[in-house]
């Protein structure tokens, strides 16, 4: 009898050993720990490209994906710092400014979505309408090629220029063929053009930097560049990353929160046609 006694517990002691090992129920509900969250950093302009940013943070953190956005007041290091790996993406650039930059610098950045538009501007510095402009005004325009060219054309669509037939948004002053008030085009750096305007007569500024100045599109531009032009179809502002990280799970959930119904109303409401969505 001791024998047998000693056998069953053998046996039962073997088989809690290996109900130990075995799997796990399948229908077990404890959270899979694949589902893992995505820390997304972003490159961006403080307006408006940050404050869109972190309107959409809820929504993306509804995805898994925390969003850290860092914020530069340039047009060069956001780049360098998506080139470098410092940031999975950025948020300030349309693609012509894109192109430049990757022929200038090597760098290696692709547009993977179109998100908006922003309108450029003539604001009145120390003349306040285009029929008081003197002889020799001096108006500012960005110094870089694309957005130079864009502030060009705008010029010229108000007759205070002509431009060479056909240059189009590759316009320099040197396609300047008429000027019949010797307008003084003065280049200056994008983000520094709204503080020339207590020095100068005018000035054509960028969306983003009239918002961060407290200057208004409907109300305080002279002039505005039209929704349906050249301009709108081919400087939309776009999401960038390095070449290569395209299929990035956080960027993708990004694009779908900035195109969603919710991220167009924000827009719409806050920048009241300064920013003007894409989609």
Do not use: W
Request: net charge negative; hydrophobic share 40%.
């Amino acid at each position: 009898m001791k024998k047998v006694f000693s056998n069953i517990l053998i046996v039962v002691a073997a088989a809690a050993i290996l109900g130990g090992c075995a799997p796990q129920d399948a229908n077990n509900t404890e959270p899979s720990e694949n589902v893992q969250s995505i820390t997304l950093n972003v490159a961006a302009s403080p307006t408006p490209h940050a404050e869109i940013l972190n309107s959409v943070k809820e929504l993306l953190a509804e995805k898994g994906v925390t969003l850290n956005v860092i914020e530069f007041t340039d047009y060069v290091q956001p780049n360098m710092v998506t080139e470098s790996g410092e940031v999975d993406a950025n948020y300030f650039q349309h693609t012509p400014y894109l192109d430049d930059f990757n022929a200038e610098n090597s760098t290696h950045l692709v547009a993977v979505s179109a998100i908006h538009y922003e309108p450029f501007g003539i604001y009145p510095g120390k003349t306040k309408t285009i029929e008081e402009l003197p002889d020799g005004a001096k108006i500012s325009v960005p110094n870089d090629r694309t957005n130079r060219a864009r502030a060009l054309q705008l010029l010229a669509q108000q007759g205070l220029i002509t431009l060479q037939e056909g240059v189009g948004l590759a316009a320099t002053k040197l396609d300047i063929v008429e000027n019949p008030k010797n307008i003084d085009i003065v280049e200056i750096e994008a983000a520094q053009l709204a503080r020339t305007l207590e020095d100068l007569d005018m000035a054509v500024i960028n969306g983003n930097y009239a918002i961060e100045a407290g200057l208004k599109v409907k109300e305080d531009a002279i002039a505005i560049e039209s929704s349906s032009s050249e301009a709108a179809q081919t400087f939309a502002n776009v999401i960038v990353v390095k070449e290569g990280n395209e299929d990035n799970e956080g960027v993708k959930a990004l694009i779908e929160v900035l195109q969603s119904d919710t991220a167009k109303k924000y827009i719409e409401e806050t920048f009241e046609g300064a920013v003007v969505p894409m989609f």
